[in-house]
């Protein structure tokens, strides 16, 4: 199973992603902001590099699409997922540069089957 | 002092009419101006009471354009000149005691700007609402996930709190495309879509959800059915509302028909029910929002009456066409065409009514 960063501004979202990301076997560690994000990356050695990134959009000093160079540069080749509300899925669409979209209230099923598509071994 | 309905008068009318921003005119039987504000005097010089609406309006606008806004009551905007602001004029449904019509109007966008308020308001706050639901939703799945240390009431009521926030889900999408599309924000991403294998697609993710009230579910697509250019989100947003509404809505036992034909010009995709129907009056009223028809005293029963209203704008973005045919106890069929050729149907920038 996969080493996840999920970025989210919501705390009990983020709550709610550990768990459910958790209990399907994947490793979750979290931040609030892009700021925080790039932090956890410049932090990590290369070996401890996440191998999925979650993303929201909306949140408070970086948002997603402010940070997504950024990830790119400290974790290049790691897919991204936006995650965000379905009322900015125009804004999801018009960010050609991730591996896939969620919407908010996320559908597990649809974002673990994801996970998987993004992590699985011909992606490797 | 006297009681102030003594005080009102038709000179108190006259001078409220007189006091509004908008235009307004009323017409006769025939169509002939019969009386109009100072607010139409000044917009519109033209209409001169006496003379019919067709023949003021003539040199500046189409029959088919007059015709609209004076037979089917849609409404229209009407350049009168390049140096003059474009109207919008609105025939009011209502008619008058002698059998005519009031119609209203006012400079193209004059309305837009009170609308966008009532849009950005509506539009925030089904995004914020997304977050909470999501917390909600996604919680409520995990304690249903593993239920083994729960009690029988306490998975009952984990349920509960499920099924609630999905249909809290269903709704604020609901009003989202409602608020967004009523007011022409909405925009379709059109390409060549293969009907057929989306509806089967769409119907096939709601089986479980049908067949797990206990009814049933039955796709009939023939072979080599041409392409449609529709917006695929879009379309399937209708056909999961539709399905969603005949299952929603009706018992166990009921047997639900999605089925598409080729009619030469377009594609005729139906979606019928044996259930118990709906009593609306007229179709006319089944599209209008939040109407549930009979069903509204039935509490037990989700579904907000928005779905319907939904699924008429989308269609009427593609061109199409919805109607409805259904009454108490003989089921509910709603059948949407839509066109094969949209290019020709498509007349760009009119707005829909208000």
């Not at chain 1, 649809?110 to 992590?119: D, S, V, Y």
């Amino acid at each position: 199973m996969s080493r996840i960063l999920a970025v989210e501004d919501s705390g009990a979202i983020r709550l709610l992603l550990t768990r459910r990301l958790e209990l399907a076997g994947h490793r979750v560690r979290t931040a609030g902001d892009g700021v925080q994000a790039i932090r956890e990356l410049e932090d990590s050695m290369p070996e401890d590099l996440p191998e999925l990134i979650l993303l929201d959009l909306t949140m408070p000093l970086l948002d997603g699409s402010g940070a997504l160079p950024d990830i790119r540069r400290l974790a290049p080749g790691v897919p991204v997922i936006l995650v965000s509300a379905h009322s900015e899925i125009d804004r999801l669409d018009a960010i050609e540069d991730v591996e896939g979209r969620v919407p908010k209230p996320i559908d597990f099923d649809l974002l673990l089957n994801l996970i998987a598509e993004l992590t699985g071994p011909r992606n490797r | 002092m006297p009681a102030a309905d003594q005080e009102i008068g038709s000179d108190y009318f006259a001078a409220v009419l007189g006091a509004l921003t908008p235009g307004v005119i009323t017409v006769d039987e025939g169509f002939v101006v019969r009386w109009r504000n100072p607010a139409a005097e000044t917009m519109v010089p033209e209409l001169v009471p006496g003379r019919s609406v067709y023949e003021s309006l003539g040199p500046v606008a189409h029959q088919q354009k007059i015709d609209r806004l004076m037979l089917r009551r849609e409404m229209v905007t009407i350049t009168f000149g390049p140096d003059r602001p474009a109207i919008e004029w609105l025939n009011c449904r209502e008619r008058l005691p002698d059998g005519g019509y009031a119609l209203m109007m006012w400079p193209a966008g004059w309305t837009d700007q009170l609308n966008n308020r009532r849009v950005d308001f509506t539009m925030a706050a089904s995004h914020e609402l997304r977050t909470p639901l999501t917390v909600l939703l996604g919680f409520a799945e995990l304690l249903l996930i593993d239920t083994s240390g729960l009690s029988p009431s306490q998975v009952e009521a984990a349920g509960v709190i499920e099924q609630t926030a999905r249909h809290l889900r269903a709704l604020v999408d609901d009003i989202f495309d409602l608020t967004k599309n009523s007011f022409g924000e909405l925009r379709l991403t059109v390409k060549e879509i293969d009907i057929a294998a989306l509806t089967e697609t769409v119907a096939e993710s709601l089986r479980p959800q049908v067949e797990g009230r206990g009814q049933s579910l039955y796709v009939s697509v023939p072979p080599d059915l041409p392409a449609v250019e529709a917006d695929p989100a879009r379309i399937r947003q209708i056909i999961s509302n539709l399905i969603g509404n005949a299952s929603v809505h009706n018992a166990e036992g009921t047997t639900i028909e999605v089925e598409i034909k080729d009619s030469g010009d377009g594609v005729v995709l139906t979606i019928g029910d044996d259930g118990t129907g709906i009593g609306f009056d007229n179709a006319d009223e089944a599209f209008r929002s939040f109407n549930r028809g009979e069903l509204a005293i039935e509490g037990d029963r989700a579904g907000s009456g928005i779905g319907l209203s939904v699924a008429k704008r989308l269609v009427e973005l593609h061109r199409g066409r919805i109607s409805i045919d259904t009454a108490p106890g003989e089921g509910t069929r709603v059948e949407i065409w839509l066109p094969l050729d949209r290019g020709s149907a498509l007349v760009p920038g009119e707005p829909g009514p208000v």
